[in-house]
């Protein structure tokens, strides 16, 4: 019974610094909007700078202050983040914030290894929290009964400041209906900016009082953002006690898990994460959003076909890139088929998002179930390439239907969190189920046949293919189908007025994006001649994002170039240096304010100025459209 | 989507110039070289170190019969897929004569099926896998550092002479860890009968909950715990181990904790009495390693890790293949490696024939204690020849080529 006990408290324990990340980031997507995703960055860097700080000065006054002192600092820096990057970015679309954030995160990786060194770094033991008491035979360490302490204790004073401050009450009402207070007269830059540091204050505070029990590295970040998000997810967001609850839930569920499935642990967040949000599809504490004031998608310039001479440009275009073998050698062919199947990994999430409006954050799901279908086929049983190539993204196909089934019951982040949860709950499953996938050792030796074994070769088929894929999406686009998609996109409400199977439409859409993206995962299996869970991982699902946001996510086939800049880009500074990480991410935090509409988007309007100016026409049409911005 | 196919094109134009840049020059001889530069810095920077003061040494001494030897590095960003990109270039664009290196073991398993299907010599330095050698072996690669399979069969011979009976173990769940454990378990209960295995526990690699899996393993009440995890994760698990006692009184046996990579950073908190395996390079007096050890200070004035060693030893191991094919050939370098043996700073090595592995072993010790920092005492070396299995054995793991 005392063993049942301890493991309780070892759960609240846990809990303590999930719930103080998660808080920070429940508050600043609850005010802001905002999808931080730099939130575990600043996490690390509490934990570095406090690490400095409680080195250098010694005793109890030196550790406790190093660590709030680190939680300013860390805080300050946010300040800074917020208004010299974030200030200029929130007019931008949906989820484009969530580039900058995550161009943030690439370059803090590097640079904290740049500051701090590569080594594992051992914090200080807090003083007076060094030992254990021990309760019926079991320790307790006294660190963890802080811990456990401290949790509510932010929680209260949270509560209190949001009660019971003025400020309080004006971040609760910007939560609710932030266009509302801004039209009250609330100064929402300084609102936005001191959400901002709270937010970040908690999480630097959160890394900071991890150094008594953890080692500090650089690759912290990562291994809190998404459980952190999960834990928000699974509240409700912008809920504080949901964030509590949810961060307990799953600590517990975790310590206890264990005892039965040791190998739980991987994926339980995951778990908790679906099942709650088919039961309850805005988190345990969450409200149903209210119906959107403004129109997700909403593009300012009218989509439209391609005209005739620009299919013929797009053609030559195309013939351009057809002609790569003859003046490229066989590396470069190789990359040149790597950027043609991520254009069409790109373009169908693409789709989904742009069309559809829903921005799914585990679309590399469908790419890696379309490489494992491949595999399997090939090397389990023996089929032709061109066969495997025809058959094996219909398992991207099986699982885009099934997962998308449920997704589309959802929307917004909540939807996104739902299909990364699918995405999770597939990469540990390839991970783990070693006699069939390989586990992470993959499946080896999925080489093409020798028809297509030639890196000219391949580089046409896969040209070929992103061509017939980008070709067919846009078909679609313009389809009456396509159409339909956009309305359910623009209003659910009144699409399904007019007699629109809103789920139903979004579903086809869920599931051609999920084929497509299996038909990208299906030629790189065989580019790589392997398949690993990497290719079904978060990592992959971000980069696609990233793609999206870079191209433009109210264009019609941004993600084409998204992807060909952001992959091209990729692929060289990985060769080139050792600090890719620091340079891409800079690259994408310029892209960031210098195209706040994504490369694509800002090309547009500048096209659409220019000819506006000219014809009379259109510039009725632009005047009836920044009727409609101002009226947002 | 028509500006797309331009910049597409122009991207192509640019891409194709930088490829023909680099063509080999007569009087040099280029080596591949990948590894996870930016995923794991800590490890793979003595690692660069150690290749880097090989690479001088070989030039110094006249190079490759009269050859320059030149490493071209690239960093695989911890990804399979970009290890073979990284593994393309060099072998498309800088018509390197062989790949070396690689530290995870998935990506030593894409790089190596790589080298298959493009007939390209490779000589993995870090990876543990077995597979790499056995279930997945191939002709065109070989591997230096000791298996995961050797390592067990080293701690074994100690763990085996312990009294505990009841055992618990923890490992990072991926393959590396459920390996380590499976090839462990195996050994010690063919030696020892009488065992039984109490509690296993599996946290994710770089995501230990420390306090509950510590928590757990107390309660199944074992009498020695095996260890697999390392890095971050071992910080973890030994500061929630020592504050919650789970090591007083227990014996421990652990892979690699006596490296100086893992072995550093947990400092005063180091746990005494573990039997690890590992690279105590203050305390071996052999007149091979003194002249890495001053060589290495001398030129970095920082001590070496055990990746030094490796990255130091896949060089001068390349090179000796270079410089006994006397030539790029791979069916050459292929023949002249077979069996081939060499002096490293642990004594001298052979790349075995019948499975590609090298027979470099590691020290076998306990951890203890010393002005506040960790090290490994008594500690003995024990050669890579006399931990593999049979040859009959080994032909039945190994697919035929």
Same mark, same amino acid.
């Given at each position: 019974?005392?063993?049942?006990?301890?493991?309780?408290?070892?759960?609240l324990?846990?809990?303590?610094?999930?719930?103080?990340?998660?808080?920070?980031?429940?508050?600043?997507?609850?005010?802001?909007?905002?999808?931080?995703?730099?939130?575990?960055?600043?996490?690390?860097?509490?934990?570095?700078?406090a690490?400095?700080?409680?080195?250098?000065?010694?005793?109890?006054?030196?550790?406790?202050?190093?660590i709030?002192?680190?939680?300013l600092?860390?805080a300050?820096?946010g300040?800074?983040?917020?208004?010299?990057?974030?200030?200029?970015?929130?007019?931008?679309?949906?989820?484009?914030?969530?580039?900058?954030?995550?161009?943030?995160?690439?370059?803090?990786?590097?640079?904290?290894?740049?500051?701090?060194?590569?080594?594992?770094?051992?914090g200080?033991?807090?003083?007076?929290?060094?030992?254990?008491?021990?309760?019926?035979?079991?320790?307790?360490?006294?660190?963890?009964?802080?811990?456990?302490?401290?949790?509510?204790?932010?929680?209260?004073?949270?509560?209190?400041?949001?009660?019971?401050?003025?400020?309080?009450?004006?971040?609760?009402?910007?939560?609710q209906?932030?266009?509302?207070?801004?039209?009250?007269?609330?100064?929402?830059?300084?609102?936005? /900016?001191?959400? %901002?540091?709270?937010?970040?204050?908690?999480?630097?505070?959160?890394?900071a009082?991890?150094?008594?029990?953890?080692?500090?590295?650089?690759?912290l970040?990562l291994r809190?953002?998404?459980?952190v $998000?999960?834990?928000?997810?699974i509240?409700g967001?912008?809920?504080?006690?949901?964030?509590?609850?949810?961060?307990?839930?799953?600590?517990?569920?975790n310590?206890?898990?264990?005892?039965?499935?040791?190998?739980?642990?991987?994926?339980?967040?995951?778990?908790?994460?679906?099942?709650?949000?088919?039961? #309850?599809?805005?988190?345990?504490?969450?409200?149903?959003?209210?119906?959107? #004031?403004?129109?997700p998608?909403?593009?300012?310039?009218?989509?439209?076909?391609?005209?005739?001479?620009?299919?013929?440009?797009?053609?030559?275009?195309?013939?351009?890139?057809?002609?790569?073998?003859?003046?490229?050698?066989n590396?470069? !062919?190789?990359?040149?088929?790597?950027?043609?199947?991520?254009?069409?990994f =790109?373009?169908?999430l693409? $789709?989904?998002m742009?069309v559809?409006?829903?921005?799914?954050?585990?679309?590399a799901?469908?790419?890696?179930?379309?490489?494992?279908?491949?595999?399997?086929?090939a090397?389990?049983?023996?089929?032709?390439?061109?066969?495997?190539?025809?058959?094996?993204p219909?398992?991207?196909?099986?699982?885009a239907?099934i997962?998308?089934? $449920?997704?589309?019951?959802?929307?917004?982040?909540?939807?996104?969190?739902?299909?990364?949860?699918?995405?999770?709950?597939?990469?540990?499953?390839?991970?783990?189920?070693?006699?069939?996938?390989?586990?992470?050792?993959?499946?080896l030796g999925?080489?093409?046949?020798?028809?297509?074994?030639?890196?000219?070769? %391949?580089?046409?088929?896969?040209?070929?293919?992103?061509?017939?894929?980008?070709?067919?999406?846009?078909?679609?686009?313009?389809?009456?189908f396509?159409?339909?998609?956009r309305?359910?996109r623009?209003?659910?409400?009144?699409?399904?007025?007019?007699?629109?199977?809103?789920?139903?439409?979004?579903?086809?859409?869920?599931?051609?994006?999920?084929?497509?993206?299996?038909?990208?995962?299906?030629?790189?299996?065989?580019?790589?001649?392997?398949?690993?869970?990497?290719?079904?991982?978060?990592?992959?699902?971000?980069d696609?994002?990233?793609?999206?946001?870079?191209g433009?996510?109210?264009?019609?086939?941004?993600?084409?170039?998204?992807?060909?800049?952001?992959?091209?880009?990729?692929?060289?500074?990985?060769?080139?240096?050792?600090?890719?990480?620091?340079?891409?991410?800079?690259?994408?935090?310029?892209?960031?304010?210098?195209?706040?509409?994504?490369?694509?988007?800002?090309?547009?309007?500048?096209?659409?100025?220019?000819?506006?100016s &000219?014809?009379?026409?259109?510039?009725?049409?632009?005047?009836a &459209?920044s009727?409609?911005?101002?009226?947002? | 989507? #028509?500006?797309?196919?331009? !910049?597409?094109?122009?991207?192509?134009?640019?891409?194709?110039?930088?490829?023909? =840049?680099?063509?080999?020059?007569?009087?040099?001889?280029k080596?591949?070289?990948?590894?996870?530069?930016?995923l794991?810095?800590?490890?793979?920077?003595?690692?660069?170190?150690?290749?880097?003061?090989?690479?001088?040494?070989?030039?110094?001494?006249?190079?490759?019969n009269?050859?320059?030897?030149?490493?071209?590095?690239?960093?695989?960003?911890?990804?399979?897929?970009?290890?073979?990109?990284?593994a393309?270039?060099?072998?498309?664009?800088?018509?390197?004569?062989?790949?070396?290196?690689?530290f995870?073991?998935?990506?030593?398993?894409?790089?190596?099926?790589f080298?298959n299907?493009?007939?390209?010599f490779?000589?993995?330095?870090?990876p543990?896998?077995?597979?790499?050698?056995?279930?997945?072996?191939?002709?065109?690669t070989?591997?230096?550092?000791?298996?995961n399979?050797?390592?067990?069969?080293?701690?074994?011979?100690?763990?085996?002479?312990?009294?505990?009976?009841?055992?618990?173990?923890?490992?990072?769940?991926?393959?590396?860890?459920?390996?380590?454990?499976?090839?462990?378990?195996?050994?010690?209960?063919?030696?020892?009968?009488?065992?039984?295995?109490?509690?296993?526990?599996?946290?994710?690699?770089?995501?230990?909950?420390?306090?509950?899996?510590?928590?757990?393993?107390?309660?199944?009440?074992?009498?020695?715990?095996?260890n697999?995890?390392f890095?971050?994760?071992?910080?973890?698990?030994?500061r929630e181990?020592?504050?919650?006692?789970? $090591?007083?009184?227990?014996?421990v046996?652990?892979?690699?904790?006596?490296?100086?990579?893992?072995?550093?950073?947990?400092?005063?908190?180091?746990?005494?009495?573990?039997?690890?395996?590992?690279?105590?390079?203050?305390?071996?007096?052999?007149?091979d390693?003194?002249?890495f050890?001053?060589?290495?200070?001398?030129?970095?004035?920082?001590?070496?890790?055990?990746?030094?060693?490796v990255?130091?030893?896949?060089?001068k191991?390349?090179?000796?293949?270079?410089?006994?094919?006397n030539? /790029?050939?791979p069916?050459k370098?292929?023949?002249?490696?077979?069996?081939?043996?060499?002096?490293?700073?642990?004594?001298?090595?052979t790349?075995?024939?019948?499975?590609h592995?090298?027979?470099?072993?590691?020290?076998?010790?306990? /951890?203890?204690?010393k002005?506040?920092?960790?090290?490994?005492?008594?500690?003995?070396?024990?050669?890579?020849t006399?931990?593999?299995?049979?040859?009959?054995?080994?032909?039945?793991?190994?697919?035929?080529?």
């Open positions: 019974m005392a063993f049942y006990f301890v493991q309780f408290l070892t759960g324990a846990s809990a303590a610094s999930l719930f103080l990340v998660a808080s920070g980031l429940s508050i600043i997507f609850g005010v802001t909007r905002i999808v931080n995703f730099a939130h575990g960055a600043f996490y690390m860097l509490g934990a570095y700078v690490f400095t700080l409680t080195e250098r000065f010694s005793g109890a006054l030196g550790f406790w202050g190093g709030v002192v680190a939680a600092v860390v300050v820096v300040v800074i983040v917020e208004m010299v990057l974030l200030r200029r970015i929130y007019h931008a679309p949906e989820l484009f914030q969530l580039l900058a954030t995550f161009g943030l995160t690439l370059m803090v990786e590097d640079l904290v290894v740049l500051i701090w060194g590569p080594d594992d770094l051992l200080r033991r807090a003083p007076g929290f060094k030992g254990a008491v021990d309760f019926f035979g079991q320790n307790i360490p006294t660190y963890d009964l802080f811990l456990i302490a401290i949790s509510p204790i932010v929680l209260g004073g949270l509560w209190l400041l949001f009660q019971r401050t003025r400020w309080g009450v004006l971040v609760r009402a910007a939560t209906d932030r266009d509302m207070v801004a039209a009250l007269g609330v100064n929402q830059k300084w609102l936005f /900016t001191s959400v %901002f540091a709270l937010g970040v204050f908690l999480a630097a505070l959160g890394g009082l991890q150094i008594p029990r953890d080692a500090v590295h650089h690759a970040d809190i953002i998404v459980d $998000f999960v834990v928000v997810v509240g967001l912008g809920s504080i006690i949901g964030a509590f609850v949810a961060a307990v839930l799953v600590s517990e569920l310590a206890f898990g264990i005892l039965i499935f040791p190998k739980i642990s991987i994926i339980l967040v995951f778990l908790v994460m679906a099942v709650v949000l088919i039961v #309850r599809p805005w988190g345990l504490f969450g409200k149903p959003e209210a119906a959107a #004031r403004r129109t998608g909403l593009s300012v310039n009218p989509w439209r076909p391609l005209t005739t001479n620009e299919r013929w440009l797009a053609i030559a275009g195309l013939a351009v890139a057809a002609m790569l073998p003859l003046f490229a050698g590396y470069a !062919l190789t990359v040149g088929s790597e950027i043609a199947i991520f254009v069409i =790109a373009a169908s693409h $789709f989904l742009s559809g409006g829903l921005a799914s954050f585990g679309h799901a469908y790419f890696g179930l379309g490489a494992y279908g491949v595999a399997f086929l090397k389990m049983a023996g089929l032709p390439m061109i066969v495997s190539l025809l058959v094996g219909l398992l991207g196909l099986v699982g239907a997962f998308g089934f $449920f997704a589309v019951q959802l929307s917004g982040v909540y939807f996104a969190m739902l299909t990364l949860a699918f995405a999770q709950i597939v990469w540990s499953i390839a991970f783990q189920w070693v006699t069939v996938t390989g586990g992470d050792n993959g499946i999925v080489w093409p046949e020798k028809w297509a074994a030639g890196p000219a070769s %391949f580089y046409w088929l896969s040209l070929g293919i992103a061509a017939i894929a980008v070709a067919i999406l846009r078909v679609i686009v313009f389809s009456p396509g159409f339909a998609l309305a359910t623009d209003s659910l409400l009144r699409s399904e007025a007019i007699g629109i199977n809103g789920k139903r439409v979004q579903w086809t859409a869920f599931v051609i994006a999920g084929t497509v993206a299996g038909f990208a995962g299906a030629l790189f299996a065989y580019l790589k001649g392997s398949v690993f869970p990497d290719s079904l991982g978060i990592s992959l699902s971000v696609a994002l990233v793609m999206v946001l870079l433009g996510v109210e264009t019609v086939s941004g993600a084409v170039v998204g992807a060909i800049v952001f992959k091209a880009l990729n692929i060289w500074l990985v060769s080139q240096t050792d600090l890719s990480k620091l340079v891409l991410g800079g690259f994408v935090v310029l892209i960031v304010v210098a195209f706040p509409k994504g490369i694509v988007g800002v090309l547009e309007t500048i096209r659409n100025r220019r000819k506006s &000219t014809s009379e026409s259109s510039s009725k049409s632009s005047l &459209t009727r409609i911005e101002t009226a947002e | 989507m #028509r500006r797309s196919y331009l !910049l597409g094109a122009g991207l192509a134009i640019a891409v194709a110039g930088m490829a023909n =840049a680099a063509m080999a020059q007569s009087g040099e001889i080596i591949g070289e990948i590894n996870s530069y930016s794991l810095p800590a490890f793979t920077e003595p690692y660069r170190k150690g290749w880097q003061l090989a690479v001088e040494e070989v030039n110094a001494a006249g190079g490759i009269g050859k320059k030897l030149v490493v071209v590095s690239k960093d695989d960003g911890g990804k399979p897929a970009d290890a073979t990109t990284a393309n270039e060099l072998v498309s664009s800088e018509n390197v004569a062989m790949l070396t290196g690689t995870l073991s998935n990506i030593g398993l894409a790089v190596s099926d080298a299907q493009k007939k390209v490779f000589l993995a330095a870090e543990l896998t077995d597979a790499i050698t056995w279930s997945k072996g191939n002709r065109y070989f591997r230096l550092r000791p298996s399979y050797m390592q067990a069969a080293m701690l074994v011979e100690e763990a085996a002479k312990l009294p505990a009976k009841r055992w618990a173990t923890i490992a990072p769940n991926y393959e590396y860890g459920q390996s380590a454990v499976a090839v462990f378990k195996k050994l010690m209960s063919e030696k020892r009968p009488d065992i039984v295995w109490v509690d296993e526990q599996w946290p994710p690699q770089g995501k230990i909950d420390a306090g509950p899996v510590v928590q757990a393993v107390a309660a199944a009440n074992p009498e020695a715990i095996l697999v995890t890095g971050a994760d071992l910080v973890k698990l030994v181990g020592n504050t919650r006692g789970l $090591f007083k009184g227990r014996s046996v652990s892979f690699l904790t006596g490296e100086p990579e893992y072995l550093d950073p947990l400092k005063d908190e180091t746990p005494e009495g573990w039997i690890v395996t590992g690279y105590p390079w203050y305390d071996i007096k052999t007149p390693h003194d002249k050890l001053k060589a290495y200070q001398a030129k970095f004035n920082d001590y070496p890790r055990l990746g030094s060693i990255g130091y030893q896949t060089i191991a390349a090179a000796a293949i270079l410089a006994k094919a030539s /790029t050939d069916e370098l292929i023949a002249a490696a077979e069996g081939l043996s060499m002096p490293s700073p642990f004594g001298e090595i790349f075995r024939k019948i499975d592995q090298s027979t470099l072993g590691a020290y076998v010790g306990k /951890t203890a204690l002005d506040g920092k960790g090290v490994m005492v008594n500690s003995v070396y024990r050669k890579g006399d931990y593999l299995p049979s040859d009959a054995e080994v032909e039945k793991l190994r697919p035929k080529d």
